[in-house]
């Protein structure tokens, strides 16, 4: 049987923006922004209220996942940049890095266009509970150290590299699972799940976590079971997903800006008291087997099962850092120029300081790359692919060992 990484749970068009700083220019002189109306999280009512948290988010270097009340704001603002379309959703951009390497997916899609078909490689298959096509695009806007920002009372530059991701989407809000999940599921060598974190229905979400659940009863015992928790707009929301789920799940994959929201408080990614504690509070909340935090610094698991994930801390690590080098372009090729760059010395601290502070606990260090022009969109889809990776490529061999 041939096995195969099963990636979901849905796959977006995403609107891809780079900092213009002539365009936020007249934006905040249109709409009187000033340092006082800055915020990250009042509701995104109209274009003013996103450009106030795009430019509030900018300003402190954090990313995050917000809701807007419609997708014809995006598609308003888009239209004054030069805009790039891809396609995005974990499961998808985790299978596009992959499928640049040589290694193919099957993917389960909640929605459908031309833009899917004509953008999806074909060795990425699909199945897709999408009963006709749609068209919500998410919003990306990404910012780099040193990108400037003026407001009507104050000159800001960015303080480091990030991305904002907004979006109304109602078939990833609703989450419908494909019947042929299920089937696809008894083959997998990997399953991914993904997604519900913008979903904003309890009686609807515990539907569709049943339907997954009867979905993964079809899975191998030994198939390894990743959950992203990607920012839920519900915080409340997250804890029944959990609850759900946590006993099927091998590794619960979440990035800085969810860990520090998880605990209720800023973490200096460097000081290794603060991001032990913050991992032990985590993992107190979320009891995992492998709780996975990844960061611009390190990457870190804690639990149980922390210590056999070390090699696919490492591989993720390495494929995220290849696209922030080189973006869509990575290859194979490109792996080893990255593996050569340096680590980051305080990351690699950090990383063996916590593994001191917690039994159990295994990390590594991120990559310190000088990018002009970094790509920060997709890095923790990119992390979760290349943490997949060495279990795909373990089942390439044993299938070529049975052929």
């Known amino acids: 049987m041939t096995r195969n990484l099963v990636l979901g749970l849905g796959g977006t068009v995403d609107y891809e923006i780079a900092w213009d700083a002539a365009v936020f220019d007249t934006l905040a002189e249109t709409y009187r922004i000033g340092v006082g109306d800055l915020t990250t999280t009042a509701p995104l009512s109209d274009e003013r209220a996103l450009v106030v948290a795009i430019l509030a988010f900018a300003t402190t270097g954090a990313g995050g996942e917000r809701f807007i009340a419609s997708s014809e704001i995006i598609e308003q603002f888009a239209a004054r940049f030069d805009t790039a379309i891809t396609l995005g959703g974990t499961g998808v951009r985790a299978g596009l890095a992959l499928e640049r390497l040589g290694v193919p997916s099957v993917q389960h899609l909640v929605s459908i266009d031309d833009t899917v078909r004509r953008l999806l490689p074909p060795s990425l298959r699909t199945v897709c509970s999408a009963t006709e096509d749609t068209l919500d695009p998410h919003l990306i806007v990404q910012f780099r150290p040193g990108d400037r920002i003026r407001l009507t009372d104050a000159d800001l530059t960015v303080p480091a590299a990030n991305r904002l991701i907004v979006a109304n989407d109602p078939p990833n809000r609703s989450m419908a699972i494909a019947p042929e999940l299920g089937a696809e599921a008894a083959s997998a060598s990997a399953f991914l799940v993904s997604g519900f974190n913008t979903m904003q229905d309890a009686a609807l979400l515990a539907r569709r976590l ?29 804890h029944r997903a959990r609850a759900a789920l946590l006993d099927r799940i091998d590794v619960y994959g979440m990035n800085e800006d969810e860990l520090q929201e998880y605990v209720g408080r ?85 990383a063996a300081a916590v593994e001191g502070l917690l039994p ?20 923790g889809d990119t992390f979760v692919g290349g943490f997949l990776l060495p279990t795909a490529l373990a089942a390439r061999a044993a299938d070529g060992a049975t052929a």
């Open 360 to 379: 159990g606990a295994v990390g590594v260090a991120a990559f310190d790359l000088a990018v002009p022009q970094p790509t920060t969109i997709g890095l």
């Open 210 to 238: 049943e339907d997954l659940r009867a979905a993964m009863t079809h899975l191998p015992d030994d198939a390894l079971v990743y959950y992203e928790d990607a920012g839920f707009y519900d915080r409340t929301l997250a």
């Open 266 to 350: 800023p973490v200096d990614l460097l000081d290794a008291s603060a991001v032990a504690a913050a991992l032990s509070d985590a993992h107190r909340l979320i009891p995992a087997r492998a709780l996975v935090v990844h960061t611009r610094y390190w990457a870190i698991a804690v639990g149980p099962d922390a210590a056999q994930h070390r090699a696919a801390l490492d591989s993720a690590v390495l494929l995220a850092a290849t696209r922030y080098r080189v973006g869509d372009a990575l290859r194979s090729d490109d792996l080893a120029v990255t593996a050569a760059e340096p680590r980051h010395a305080e990351g690699a601290a950090v």
